[in-house]
């Protein structure tokens, strides 16, 4: 008999586009670091939706404010000004050095405008014909036609061709190598201070010091794309700021809206006033309710220091790890991230573990064949760090 899991799976597979690898779940409802699946199963949320959900799911706080502010006012369009909007500008400036924000829909979006706006500065305060964007090897930056051809991967641009030009990738953590690829076209340089999809790989500070030195010397835009490693996650608000770095521009998303669909990127005023009305626009980017939530989420994330919980919990997971390791010699290669952005890279391809970890009750994510990737809620219990440790220690055991 087809059990509601098998229906759906049947349904889905003639009706939508298939473009996701899906997971073997179904998730019903969720609450805190819990996911439940359509006959109840629990499992233990270790994803966040992919470093979105970093409050927990159905925080009471958000529902409240998702609730409240549906009634009030939901969206009127960016042609008008909106109090929620600039609450949530004022809010999210006060987190670091830039002075404005372009609030958009998603992180791919949000690398698009930091795409433009690089170009259009050059263009238009510069006098200069620099369009160049020089990316990393390993670097993820989004989807569209110009984020897929910034990122440093291959398998994202198959069969895309042709590709948008100005885009350039050199190979990652190797400074002269990307001194030499500087030239006169160069309008910028687009890192992730840690390669999330790239397999959790942290670039060493020196490196990024040395990026940022450079891009000022030769008049190149510092950009840094935090859509993963920002919000608190990678145990710093922003990551950049752990090494008292001062990108140009940078980006969020994912867990702006802790689920809603919300992107910003952030520019100094000196290069966002590249930016005029007409240059650049999008419907929904900044609506009244994703303001308010956005609002919310940082409200809450400053409030609970959770970019001092992300960091204290994260050497605590990672120590457990590496004791995991140290007990199954020759499975566990690197244990690396900051705070709450772990990577566990194994000696070998990671799906039956993957597999069998899932079958235990724990979801989490298999990134560059080898990497078990954890970018657990902010929020997550100790106790729930420890019972996945035993699991891990259990399944390598029994491989
Ligand atoms: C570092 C980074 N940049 C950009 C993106 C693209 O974000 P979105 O899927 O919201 O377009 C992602 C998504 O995984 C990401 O991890």
Not at 109 to 131: C, D, Q, W
Not at 201 to 208: F, G
């Amino acid at each position: 008999m087809k059990t509601p899991f098998d229906e759906l799976k049947t349904c889905e597979l003639s009706a939508i586009c298939h473009t996701y690898g899906r997971y073997p779940l179904a998730v019903a409802s969720a609450s805190g670091a819990r996911l439940y699946d359509l006959a109840g199963r629990e499992y233990v949320d270790l994803l966040s939706g992919i470093a979105v959900t970093s409050l927990g799911h159905s925080h009471p706080e958000i529902s409240e404010v998702i609730c409240e502010q549906a009634k009030k006012l939901v969206h009127v369009s960016n042609l008008f000004y909106q109090r929620e909007q600039v609450e949530l500008a004022g809010r999210i400036l006060a987190t670091c050095h830039c002075d404005k924000v372009f609030f958009c829909n998603s992180g791919a979006e949000a690398n698009e405008a930091a795409i433009k706006l690089a170009r259009r500065y050059h263009r238009m305060v510069r006098n200069s014909p620099a369009y160049e964007v020089i990316t990393l090897e390993g670097s993820f930056h989004g989807r569209t036609l110009a984020t897929l051809t910034a990122t440093g991967q291959q398998k994202v641009k198959e069969g895309f061709d042709p590709l948008p030009q100005g885009f350039v990738t050199v190979p990652w953590n190797d400074l002269p190598a990307l001194e030499a690829a500087i030239s006169d076209t160069t309008a910028a340089v687009l890192l992730e201070i840690i390669q999330g999809e790239g397999g959790v790989r942290p670039l060493p500070p020196e490196y990024l010091r040395g990026v940022q030195k450079l891009c000022r010397e030769r008049g190149v835009l510092f950009m840094v794309d935090e859509i993963q490693t920002g919000l608190c996650r990678a145990g710093c608000f922003w990551a950049f700021q752990e090494y008292s770095l001062t990108p140009d521009v940078f980006t969020s998303a994912k867990a702006l809206a802790n689920g809603l669909p919300m992107g910003a990127m952030l520019a100094t005023d000196e290069v966002a006033r590249a930016f005029a009305p007409g240059a650049h626009a999008t419907t929904f980017g900044g609506g009244a309710l994703l303001s308010r939530v956005a609002d919310k989420v940082i409200e809450i994330m400053q409030r609970d220091n959770l970019a001092e919980r992300s960091r204290e919990l994260g050497v605590y997971a990672r120590d457990r790890f590496r004791a995991v390791g140290a007990a199954n010699p020759g499975t566990i290669r690197d244990v690396r991230g900051r705070g709450l952005i772990i990577g566990i890279d194994l000696a070998f391809p990671g799906k039956t573990v993957w597999e069998k970890l899932l079958d235990k009750g724990f979801v989490l994510n298999l990134t560059q064949d080898t990497v078990l990737r954890l970018l657990p809620p902010l929020t997550i219990a100790r106790e729930d760090i420890d019972r996945f440790a035993t699991a891990l220690d259990e399944v390598l055991k029994s491989l």
